[in-house]
C-alpha cells in the first residue's frame, strides 16, 4: 500500500522558515512534487525533484527562497522554506509519479497524494 505521509506545517511570522518532509512507502518513485494550496484557488505547483537524476525543479514564485531534497535511506523528500510571505501561505502536499512524466507540473500527474499540511504566514 503506498502511502505519502507529510510534517512539518505550522505558523510561522514573514521572513520564517519551515522544513516540510514526506515519508514515502509502498513502491518507488520517479519523481516527486510539492503542490500547495490556498482557500478559493487551484492547486499549484512549488517544486519537484527526480528520484535518481536528483534534478530539481522550482515555480517562479518559490525559486530562490524554497529548496527540495530528498533521502533516499528515508524515502522522505523534503522542502526547506526560507523567507517565507503571507502569499505562501497555503495546504503544502506532497505528492508521487510513479513513472516518468516529462511534465512535473501538472497535479494529474502525480498518482499518489499525502494528506496536505497547513502552513500559514502572519504579516
Known amino acids: 500500500q503506498v502511502q505519502l505521509v507529510e510534517s512539518g506545517g505550522g505558523l510561522v511570522q514573514a521572513g520564517g522558515s519551515l522544513r516540510l518532509s514526506c515519508s514515502a512507502s509502498g513502491r518507488t518513485f520517479h519523481t516527486m512534487g510539492w503542490f500547495r494550496q490556498a482557500p478559493g484557488k487551484e492547486r499549484e505547483f512549488v517544486a519537484a525533484?527526480?528520484?535518481?537524476?536528483?534534478?530539481?525543479y522550482y515555480a517562479d514564485s518559490v525559486k530562490g527562497r524554497f529548496t527540495i531534497a530528498r533521502d533516499d535511506a528515508k524515502k522522505t523528500v523534503y522542502l526547506q522554506m526560507n523567507s517565507l510571505k503571507p502569499e505562501d501561505t497555503a495546504v503544502y502536499y506532497c505528492?508521487?509519479?510513479?513513472?516518468?512524466?516529462?511534465?512535473?507540473?501538472?497535479?494529474?500527474?502525480?498518482?499518489?497524494w499525502g494528506q496536505g499540511t497547513q502552513v500559514t504566514v502572519s504579516s
Open positions: 525533484i527526480r528520484w535518481i537524476a536528483v534534478t530539481t
Open positions: 505528492a508521487a509519479q510513479p513513472t516518468y512524466y516529462s511534465d512535473y507540473i501538472t497535479p494529474k500527474n502525480y498518482a499518489y
